[in-house]
């Protein structure tokens, strides 16, 4: 009897132990592959910005370039001889850049903006029933439609400047910041 219990109890140790080392698991590893990424210019990336919007009827792009391999838009001096928006008013300017969705997946689109931007400028997109009245900026306006952000997909950008209740901004005043266009895969 008692080599009976003696062999029960040591097949439950066997058993208990097996069971708390042999599962497979780790904690911890570490494995080296191959990474490649190549940086593109503006035009040429995932997420493609574009100047040249053809026969746009809006056609603003004089305002946008591409320096450095990124998308630069400045409100000052053009080619007709203007040198910025007027104080205390609303500027719209449809057409300004476009967007490509150059990716493998729909993504959606949003701005934000920075410094003395975000309190006077905002960004639309042009398709569609879509334009001035429809902000960009924020991700609770974050914009998708398959024919504008799907893969292979394009959307021309506008932007509105209002100084209508800028008290503190005066002829001569430059408005600096940064907008960053923010894309997510949905």
């Given at each position: 009897?008692?080599?009976?219990?003696?062999?029960?109890?040591?097949?439950?140790?066997?058993?208990?132990?097996?069971?708390?080392?042999?599962?497979?698991?780790?904690?911890?590893?570490?494995?080296e592959?191959?990474?490649?990424?190549?940086?593109?210019?503006?035009?040429?990336?995932?997420?493609?910005?574009?100047?040249?919007?053809?026969?746009?009827?809006?056609?603003?792009?004089?305002?946008?370039?591409?320096?450095?391999?990124?998308?630069?838009?400045?409100?000052?001096?053009?080619?007709?001889?203007?040198?910025?928006?007027?104080?205390?008013?609303?500027?719209?300017?449809?057409?300004?850049?476009?967007i490509?969705?150059?990716?493998?997946?729909?993504?959606?689109?949003?701005?934000?903006?920075?410094d003395?931007?975000?309190?006077?400028?905002?960004?639309?997109?042009?398709?569609?029933?879509?334009?001035?009245?429809?902000s960009?900026?924020?991700?609770?306006?974050?914009?998708?439609?398959?024919?504008?952000?799907?893969?292979?997909?394009?959307?021309?950008?506008?932007?509105?400047?209002?100084?209508?209740?800028?008290?503190?901004?005066?002829?001569?005043?430059?408005?600096?910041?940064?907008?960053?266009?923010?894309?997510?895969?949905?």
């Open positions: 009897m008692e080599r009976r219990k003696f062999i029960a109890g040591l097949g439950s140790i066997t058993a208990a132990g097996a069971a708390g080392i042999g599962t497979g698991a780790f904690s911890a590893t570490s494995a592959r191959s990474l490649s990424v190549e940086v593109a210019d503006d035009a040429s990336a995932y997420l493609s910005f574009g100047t040249d919007l053809g026969n746009s009827p809006d056609n603003n792009y004089e305002y946008a370039s591409i320096n450095d391999d990124e998308l630069e838009i400045k409100f000052g001096s053009n080619d007709a001889g203007g040198q910025g928006v007027n104080p205390n008013s609303t500027n719209h300017f449809d057409d300004v850049f476009s490509t969705n150059q990716g493998t997946e729909p993504v959606e689109i949003w701005f934000t903006l920075s003395d931007l975000d309190e006077y400028v905002d960004v639309y997109p042009i398709a569609g029933n879509f334009g001035r009245e429809t960009l900026v924020g991700e609770s306006n974050a914009f998708s439609a398959s024919w504008a952000t799907g893969v292979g997909s394009g959307l021309r950008i506008g932007l509105t400047i209002d100084l209508s209740d800028a008290d503190d901004v005066d002829e001569g005043d430059v408005l600096d910041g940064t907008m960053t266009v923010h894309a997510e895969s949905i």
